[in-house]
């Protein structure tokens, strides 16, 4: 099974797991800060941000060590999804806590080490923002800050990141479980994670439909005219 087939079955899994609650917040491919590392999802769970990274019989570990350290960096907990080939390798990589699962076939996990649950500091996480997301929610906890202690801060900042990630990511998201609702999650299913997959399909539809009303335009110039 390759990452996006790895992926699509990580996202089912969460479903299941989310079943009678709300569903978390998700994005594919999720920047950390500029870092150069993009988590393969990211989601957002009643205050539990997670990070997700898969590598498939197809990948190599080379850059794991790095993207491990960035994981915990930002993420509450990270979750580490490898084919069995790469399990051996593990033992030579600092986890930093991760959370790892072997991915055997489809649907058939098993776990390899239970990983930590930590709460990553709320000025880390507004970190990920973008600049302007970030001044703003910096304003908005000064205007508290006199008033809270410094646990309170930090709850602010992790609130404020909460608001800033559903804004941004909160739409795309309920797109995508409405789209894959009552029914398995294919592949194909990954673009709707994108913010800018409604947009693109739109300009997509208008580009067809404009090469349409050309093709029959010059249609009907080519079409000889016969004498009345």
Same mark, same amino acid.
């Given at each position: 099974?390759?990452?996006?087939?790895?992926?699509?079955?990580?996202?089912?899994?969460?479903?299941?797991?989310?079943?009678?609650?709300?569903?978390?917040?998700?994005?594919? $491919?999720?920047?950390?800060?500029?870092?150069?590392?993009?988590?393969?999802?990211?989601?957002?769970?009643?205050?539990?941000?997670?990070?997700?990274?898969?590598?498939?019989? #197809?990948?190599?570990?080379?850059?794991?060590?790095?993207?491990?350290?960035?994981?915990?960096?930002?993420?509450?907990?990270?979750?580490?999804?490898?084919?069995?080939?790469?399990?051996?390798?593990?033992?030579?990589?600092?986890?930093?806590?991760?959370?790892?699962?072997?991915?055997?076939?489809?649907?058939?996990?098993?776990?390899?080490?239970?990983?930590?649950?930590?709460?990553?500091?709320?000025?880390?996480?507004?970190?990920?923002?973008?600049? $302007?997301? $970030?001044?703003?929610?910096? /304003?908005?906890?000064?205007?508290?800050?006199?008033?809270? #202690?410094?646990?309170?801060?930090?709850?602010?900042?992790?609130? $404020?990141?909460? /608001? #800033?990630?559903?804004?941004?990511?909160?739409?795309?998201?309920?797109?995508?479980?409405?789209?894959?609702?009552?029914?398995?999650?294919?592949?194909?299913?990954?673009?709707?994670? #994108?913010?800018?997959?409604?947009?693109?399909?739109?300009?997509?539809?208008?580009?067809?439909?404009?090469?349409?009303?050309?093709?029959?335009?010059?249609?009907?110039?080519?079409?000889?005219?016969?004498?009345?």
């Amino acid at each position: 099974m390759d990452e996006n087939g790895i992926k699509a079955v990580a996202l089912a899994r969460i479903r299941r797991e989310a079943r009678g609650r709300v569903l978390p917040i998700v994005t594919s $491919e999720f920047s950390l800060n500029g870092t150069g590392i993009r988590a393969d999802l990211a989601l957002l769970d009643r205050n539990t941000f997670y990070g997700v990274e898969i590598k498939s019989a #197809s990948d190599t570990l080379k850059r794991l060590p790095s993207q491990m350290e960035g994981y915990a960096r930002y993420f509450d907990q990270t979750e580490l999804i490898v084919a069995p080939k790469h399990i051996h390798g593990l033992r030579d990589v600092d986890l930093h806590g991760a959370k790892v699962w072997r991915a055997e076939v489809l649907g058939d996990w098993e776990l390899h080490a239970p990983g930590e649950l930590r709460t990553i500091s709320g000025q880390w996480l507004l970190h990920l923002l973008t600049a $302007e997301d $970030e001044r703003r929610a910096t /304003r908005a906890i000064e205007r508290q800050t006199a008033e809270l #202690s410094p646990i309170d801060v930090d709850h602010a900042r992790r609130a $404020e990141f909460g /608001r #800033s990630f559903h804004k941004r990511y909160g739409e795309t998201s309920a797109r995508f479980w409405e789209a894959v609702r009552g029914r398995p999650i294919r592949v194909d299913d990954l673009k709707l994670l #994108s913010r800018y997959h409604a947009g693109r399909q739109q300009r997509q539809e208008i580009a067809q439909e404009q090469a349409e009303r050309w093709a029959t335009w010059v249609a009907a110039m080519q079409t000889p005219l016969h004498a009345a």
